[in-house]
């Protein structure tokens, strides 16, 4: 039986990865922790950690994991490169799971996507990505669109930073041939709908992802803190937990 420890237990994630991790039968949840609570003393008797709160308190969540030797799974997006640079220095020590996305649909719209642009190209394609969130989501584009792009930059030899419109206003002419649209929607309770389109002319193909809860998540990121008892230290991702890798 693993033991987790789930962080941030207070919030709308949290809640659902507790009721995850009790819901599945090879884990219990056996500690959780909340701002302003002991973090060490929720680290003290756990087999894994899992953290889906603020970029911002992954470098506690680290030095508690790296204090116990705790493997951790990350699931918090929006991280400054110093935050990343400190979750890859960890993995040297500790097995750590860190994923844009830990739904088994959303990973099977990355593999999807990356062979939908080693098929299409961005030649006669035009490539568009288009994400909507609820209302109180902070960070855009979602850390999930963030990886579909870098996906499609791997794929067509294109950048982040020259290649990516992050949506169009006014007199903008017409369309740079290796350009890649990105369009960032929020409103209401959306839990997370993601699409990448690839259109030509006479055809279009669209590959479209839609959650309606977050236990969708909430159980790939438990399955993910199963799948860790048994891994040597090293940074991983739900590509590497669902086996779709290679």
Not at 33 to 42: C, F, I, Q, S, Y
Not at 216 to 239: E, I, K
Request: hydrophobic share 40%.
């Amino acid at each position: 039986m693993t033991k987790l420890l789930i962080t941030g237990s207070g919030g709308r994630m949290g809640q659902a990865l507790i009721e995850a991790g009790n819901l599945d039968a090879e884990t219990e949840v056996t500690a959780t922790h909340d701002k302003g609570e002991d973090l060490a003393a929720a680290f003290s008797d756990v087999n894994a950690a899992i953290d889906f709160t603020m970029h911002s308190f992954t470098k506690q969540v680290l030095e508690q994991a790296l204090a116990t030797n705790t493997p951790l799974v990350i699931g918090t997006t929006g991280h400054s490169d110093e935050e990343k640079a400190a979750i890859v220095e960890a993995s040297k020590t500790l097995p750590i799971v860190f994923a844009a996305n830990y739904s088994i649909g959303v990973n099977t719209l990355f593999w999807l996507t990356s062979k939908a642009a080693q098929i299409l190209g961005n030649d006669r394609f035009d490539i568009e990505v288009t994400e909507m969130h609820h209302r109180h989501k902070i960070d855009a584009p979602s850390g999930t669109a963030r990886r579909l792009l870098e996906i499609l930059n791997e794929e067509t030899g294109t950048s982040y930073e020259d290649d990516v419109a992050h949506g169009r206003v006014g007199n903008i002419g017409a369309r740079p041939k290796r350009e890649i649209g990105m369009h960032t929607l929020r409103g209401g309770d959306v839990v997370g709908d993601h699409t990448v389109m690839f259109a030509a002319d006479g055809e279009r193909v669209e590959l479209t992802h839609k959650a309606s809860s977050r236990m969708t998540f909430a159980s790939g990121a438990v399955r993910a803190a199963v799948w860790l008892q048994d891994q040597p230290a090293g940074l991983y991702d739900m590509q590497d937990v669902l086996g779709l890798k290679g």
